[in-house]
């Protein structure tokens, strides 16, 4: 390997310092004793009883923990099948479907949330927390569908065909080579509709209905009267629980490419 | 506690246009016929405006479940209730956005027979010009907008708008980023209403926030109250609740003024959406929050003045003695709510343009 020139280090780390300090702040403050978010006053761990007191707060983590749940599951489920039916079949219309599918990622937010909410009363669908998830779900199938077919794009389907030339039936050829080989790029797919969902705020507000406050609109409402540092603490938990999903998301992804290495 | 976010407001009223093309529900609509409903309760309320003991104690009492939702600007519960499918059974707009849903249909009458408590509201806060003889809004809180200042960079008491229009402050000012706000100031300043039609006075005041633009540091009208805080103005414009705050907790830094020329008053009501179908529920809860004790409560948690006269005697002193939460009836007879001017609107458009932009 060759080593960069020191001028090349020093801007690499500068990016990394200009990327990830406010988060290491926003994790250190959590421990703050003061009730400023600026002001350094010694360690504690208060913010995160009193986090563990506050309904609000924690109601709202519930809900944004539900619809990014539901989002990331249908999501993923329709971005994959879209992804392959666009990978693998010609039918008429499919350019239109590709383009159509690029429209929620190009459109701005505040407008899908506009139509969004418009739609829902066309429905006399009443808002709550499911006209939520459903809303995620729209934004996130392009996702999912885009990244799975950036997979696919390099798949070797002499493999599906051996599978089938082998006698297996086309839905075991599908579970036991196609999904292990497409799998991690499924897995970056559902993270990333999990990541987006979790912190959605603009479509979030317009479709939000009774019970339904998501942990951003929850903050963001916070705002007028300060944010409290258990804000910076349960936006810790946060990234902990992101940073062992991902993790675990790896690990799970090795197993299959290894072992049709083998 | 109320707050305009620019964009939204051009863009709930582009959605009511959109509804009412495609046909579907919500504005014009007549008020469902709704019986007395389920016992539960949707609240749709500013955030930190409700302590969570005054919602439990109504639970207990009446074992109405409340549900509740915050927000913190006025434009979304004009987009829930014109969606046409947002379940709330009260919201709490400001008095101009109460106008604006009025406008629209979008609120249910209030039946007077049933306010028990209605009779606990002060006069001067009722009938006012956005919602003639209260058919559709009762007083919640209420609060003015002046100015908060660093005492120790100012070197003096304040108690007019001067400062904020005087050269020697420049690069000291912070002056709210709304149109009506700083004309308010300006019209007030000069000794003329802040809802002022005349081209005459409009002209003047326009001036006076041109030759006032080189010296103030920031429009904000989102955290003003920390940049004050923080030491970045010395003087800081905004509504009088944030402004209190920081003075209650450093009064030796930071005070309010309520300028002696007059300023403005708003207030936060609370309305029934005409949706609404949990109505016993609903009066349940507005006879609730308007008991002496219960509303005391409030007021004594938030920090905000409200219109119930006999809950004065509950509420803790040094809130009923501070004079920018509570102001004299001779500096309250000064302020005026912000009216809709009409025509007038697009001339304050144009200067304001004008302001902002050279």
Redesign the interface.
């Known amino acids: 390997m060759r080593r960069g020139s020191p001028v090349t280090a020093a801007y690499s780390w500068l990016v990394y310092v200009f990327l990830y300090a406010p988060i290491a702040i926003l994790v250190v403050f959590s421990f703050n004793r003061g009730k400023q978010t600026a002001v350094w006053e010694g360690w504690t761990l208060d913010w995160y009883r009193s986090l563990a007191k506050n309904d609000l707060i924690l109601g709202s983590v519930r809900n944004s923990l539900i619809v990014g749940a539901v989002a990331t599951v249908v999501a993923t489920a329709f971005g994959t099948l879209a992804a392959l039916a666009l990978g693998r079949y010609e039918f008429r219309g499919k350019g239109a479907t590709r383009n159509l599918l690029y429209l929620p990622i190009i459109i701005p937010e505040i407008v899908v949330g506009a139509a969004l909410v418009t739609f829902f009363g066309v429905l006399s669908l009443h808002l709550s927390i499911w006209t939520v998830a459903l809303a995620h779900v729209v934004f996130s199938v392009s996702y999912v569908a885009i990244v799975v077919r950036a997979r696919l794009s390099g798949f070797d389907r002499s493999l599906e065909e051996a599978a089938l030339d082998l006698g297996a039936r086309p839905v075991q050829t599908f579970w036991r080579v196609t999904l292990p080989l497409i799998l991690p790029g499924v897995v970056a797919g559902a993270l990333l509709v999990f990541t987006i969902s979790i912190d959605d705020y603009v479509i979030t507000s317009f479709v939000a209905g009774v019970g339904a406050t998501t942990l951003p609109l929850q903050i963001y409402s916070m705002l007028k009267v300060g944010v409290t540092p258990e804000v910076n603490a349960v936006s810790t938990l946060l990234l902990l629980v992101t940073i062992v999903m991902i993790v675990i998301a790896q690990r799970l992804q090795q197993p299959p490419a290894e072992g049709l290495r083998d | 506690?109320r707050?305009r976010l620019g964009?939204r407001p051009a863009?709930a009223v582009?959605?009511a246009a959109?509804?009412s093309l495609?046909g579907?529900?919500?504005p014009g609509d007549e008020p469902l016929s709704a019986g007395p409903g389920e016992k539960k309760l949707?609240l749709y309320i500013?955030?930190?405006y409700l302590p969570?003991d005054v919602i439990q104690e109504f639970t207990r009492r009446t074992g109405i479940a409340v549900?509740y939702?915050?927000?913190?600007s006025n434009e979304?519960v004009l987009?829930?209730l014109q969606?046409?499918?947002?379940?709330?059974d009260l919201v709490v707009p400001s008095d101009y956005m109460v106008r604006i849903l009025i406008h629209l249909k979008l609120l249910r009458p209030l039946e007077r027979a049933r306010l028990k408590n209605f009779g606990n509201l002060d006069p001067r806060f009722l009938d006012r010009e956005f919602d003639p003889k209260n058919a559709y809004s009762l007083p919640y809180v209420w609060g003015t907008t002046g100015y908060g200042y660093n005492r120790l960079k100012s070197g003096r008491a304040q108690d007019s708008w001067a400062p904020l229009f005087d050269p020697a402050n420049e690069g000291q000012i912070l002056m709210l980023d709304d149109m009506r706000e700083c004309f308010a100031a300006a019209l007030k300043f000069q000794g003329h209403s802040l809802n002022s039609t005349d081209p005459g006075e409009l002209r003047q005041a326009a001036d006076l926030l041109k030759k006032q633009k080189p010296l103030v540091k920031t429009y904000n009208s989102?955290?003003y109250e920390?940049i004050l805080a923080?030491g970045d103005v010395t003087y800081a414009h905004g509504y009088n609740g944030?402004l209190a705050?920081i003075a209650l907790r450093d009064p030796r830094r930071f005070a309010f003024v309520l300028p002696k020329e007059g300023a403005t008053i708003w207030m936060d009501s609370v309305c029934i959406p005409s949706r609404a179908r949990n109505l016993d529920s609903i009066y349940a809860f507005l006879d609730y929050i308007q008991e002496p004790e219960v509303n005391a409560r409030i007021v004594n948690a938030v920090s905000y003045a409200s219109a119930n006269v006999p809950a004065r005697k509950f509420i803790r002193p040094e809130i009923l003695n501070d004079p920018a939460i509570f102001p004299s009836d001779e500096a309250l007879k000064k302020c005026e709510f912000l009216e809709d001017i009409g025509e007038a609107t697009s001339i304050l458009d144009e200067y304001w343009t004008e302001i902002k932009s050279f």
Do not use: F, H, I, T
């Open positions: 506690m707050r964009g863009l582009l959605l959109a509804a495609a579907c529900g919500g949707n500013w955030s930190e969570q549900r939702d915050l927000y913190d979304p987009e829930k969606s046409g499918v947002a379940d709330y989102g955290d920390n923080a944030q705050r």
